[in-house]
């Protein structure tokens, strides 16, 4: 069964410092894997997704995620961290392979990101 | 603006009774999906619809239903509410049926007295 985990409830970091959110999945097959963020009373907002090619991808407001096929890792990072970063961040995996329910996300529980003066 | 819209942003109601949920997708998407974001079961997914049609099931409960009407905007109805029903209730679309990248409205958060 296809299976998200972010390992951490809560990241503090210091603003200007570097921040990782880690995210490690469970699926069969090769996922698609995405990050999004909600900010109090806000939806979800898309940051960034893996589909195929360079490991590492590129998306909104700074941050960038790493795909590990062999650890089965997307870790978000961002290199310096800005206090209105503060918000809850998801990831997600949806599956790649034929017949299964292609559209539904999968999410992790989130991680809840604050970044102090 | 993820271009979604989501009515009611607030619905507070009686246990035992029925809600009506509705989600209008951006323009140009056929793809509508329900998620429920509560605090014990996180971010799950309930239902998708494409182009009008029913494509997935996920653990949407006997209770719960949802349509998706011609003009590709879609209701979810809850009814014979409970106290655990309440939650966050987010609607997405996306332009296919597999979700390549899913746009997410505000949701609407429901609570049942």
């Known amino acids: 069964a296809q299976s998200v985990a972010q390992p951490e409830d809560q990241v503090n970091v210091a603003e200007g410092n570097p921040l990782t959110v880690k995210c490690t999945y469970s699926v069969s097959g090769n996922p698609y894997l995405f990050w999004y963020v909600q900010y109090p009373n806000r939806g979800l907002q898309f940051l960034l997704k893996y589909i195929t090619g360079d490991n590492l991808v590129k998306g909104s407001y700074g941050f960038e995620a790493e795909f590990n096929k062999s650890q089965t890792s997307f870790h978000l990072k961002k290199p310096s961290a800005l206090v209105s970063d503060s918000a809850l961040y998801f990831c997600a995996v949806r599956d790649r392979d034929r017949g299964s329910t292609l559209g539904r996300l999968y999410f992790g529980r989130g991680t809840q990101l604050t970044v102090w003066p | 603006d993820s271009g979604v819209t989501q009515t009611p942003k607030h619905l507070i109601t009686a246990t035992g009774q029925r809600v009506t949920l509705r989600c209008s997708p951006r323009s140009g998407d056929l793809s509508v999906y329900w998620y429920q974001q509560s605090l014990d079961q996180g971010l799950q997914f309930l239902i998708q619809?494409?182009?009008?049609?029913?494509?997935a099931k996920g653990n949407i409960l006997e209770r719960f239903s949802a349509q998706q009407f011609p003009d590709l905007h879609s209701e979810l109805n809850l009814s014979s509410l409970e106290l655990g029903d309440s939650a966050l209730y987010f609607c997405a679309s996306s332009v296919d049926s597999v979700g390549t990248e899913a746009f997410f409205g505000q949701g609407t958060r429901l609570t049942v007295v």
């Open positions: 619809y494409y182009n009008g049609e029913e494509r």
